[in-house]
Structure formats: C-alpha cells, structure tokens
Nanobody, 114 residues
C-alpha cells in the first residue's frame, strides 16, 4: 500500500498551502483518512480526519484555519492550510485507517517563516 503525500514547502506566516495524499482505490474507498504532523523534538499529533461519509474532526489548534477534504473519484485527501503560523512548522503525514490496520505515508515538510 502506498500513500503519496505532497504539497509542502516554505511559506511566510499568514500564507497558505494545500497538501495532497493519494492512495490505492481499494484502501482509500473504505478508510478514514487523516493528517498528522510532527514538529522537531515533539510527538506526532493529530491535525484532522475525515471519514467515508465526509464527517470531519480537527485539532483545536487548527480549527478555522485548516480544512480537510477528500475526492473519492481521485482517491485523494487534501489539507488546505490557511493563516499559517510558525508553530505549524512540521512534517505532515497522511494516514489511512483501514479497519484495524493503519497505513502511513511519507511526510511532507511544511516550514512557516515569521
């Protein structure tokens, strides 16, 4: 199973990025998809999740600034990040919860300069 994440980069505070993560159809169509992040020296933390029906869940720290969405036709989950802050700097990972099995993608680095 491959999860391919992309879209990270260097952005100034207040800027925006859109992260993307694609997965194989067999996994994506029946998985809760999520974005997590890990800053240097910190534990990996939940950013947002979206279930098969489109219900979403966000960490308090990103509510109102980030939006998770999924395109089932493209087997892709997105994370729109607006009003970025330096504390959002981290490696961002996508995850597929497929029943009791979790699949992780490689990280995409987001760096926010002040």
């Amino acid at each position: 199973v491959q999860l391919q994440a992309s879209g990270g980069g260097l952005v100034q505070a207040g800027g925006s990025l859109r992260l993307s993560c694609s997965a194989s159809r067999s996994i994506f169509s029946s998985s809760v998809m999520g974005w997590y992040r890990q800053a240097p020296g910190k534990q990996r933390e939940l950013v947002a999740t979206i279930d098969i029906g489109g219900s979403t869940n966000y960490a308090d720290s990103v509510k109102g600034r980030f939006t998770i969405s999924r395109d089932n036709a493209k087997n892709t989950v997105y994370l729109r990040t607006n009003s970025l802050k330096p504390e959002d700097t981290a490696a961002y990972y996508c995850k597929a919860d497929w029943g009791s099995i979790n699949y992780w993608g490689q990280g995409t680095l987001v760096t926010v300069s002040s």
